[in-house]
């Protein structure tokens, strides 16, 4: 091969290693209505709501409700790489911090925290004008003192 083509599939291949660091932790596979929380013990059974993190060595926590991730967190402390939510439109995994969270007493979610997460400042947007409630980035919600309601 010519020397410049030997150069050129060098930086490709450099180049699409890049993409994927070796051990890059991903969102897990929850199996609905058999995988339960973390936090409560319930059955994880709505996408919607459902969030997870990993420690660096890739121990899962699974959570049915995000308040319920808040909620351990902040008891446990633990030493968590990666918080994943739930999109509640699509059900996609997203990253905690690039999510927006809407924040209403009007979400009925699985344990009552009335949070929900979505990709987008517009899904979110859309909804609060539906729903009401509070519109937070994961900086806010993660460091809000969260109550649950009373019914809990």
């Known amino acids: 091969m010519r020397p410049r083509l030997l ?19 991903e969102p897990p596979e929850i199996r ?30 699974l959570f049915d409700d995000i308040g319920d991730l808040l909620a351990y967190r902040k008891k446990n402390q633990p030493d968590w790489a990666v918080i994943w939510v739930h999109d509640f439109n699509t059900q996609e995994w997203l990253r905690a911090e690039d999510a927006w969270y809407l924040l209403s007493p009007a979400i009925h979610s699985p344990m009552g925290w009335g949070i929900a997460a979505f990709a987008s400042e517009e899904a979110a947007r859309a909804r609060q004008a539906e729903l009401g409630g ?19």
Not at 14 to 25: F, H, K, M, W
Not at 146 to 151: D, G, S, Y
Request: proline letters at 3%; glycine letters at 8%.
């Open 7 to 25: 150069v050129l599939l060098g930086i490709l291949l450099l180049l699409a290693s890049c993409g994927r660091e070796s051990g890059q932790l």
């Open 134 to 152: 509070e519109l937070l980035r994961w900086e806010e919600l993660s460091t809000r003192e969260l109550t649950l309601p009373a019914a809990h």
């Open 32 to 61: 609905y209505g058999r995988d339960t929380c973390a936090r409560c013990g319930m059955i994880i059974s709505d996408p919607r709501f459902a969030a997870a993190a990993a420690s660096a060595d890739g121990t899962m926590a």
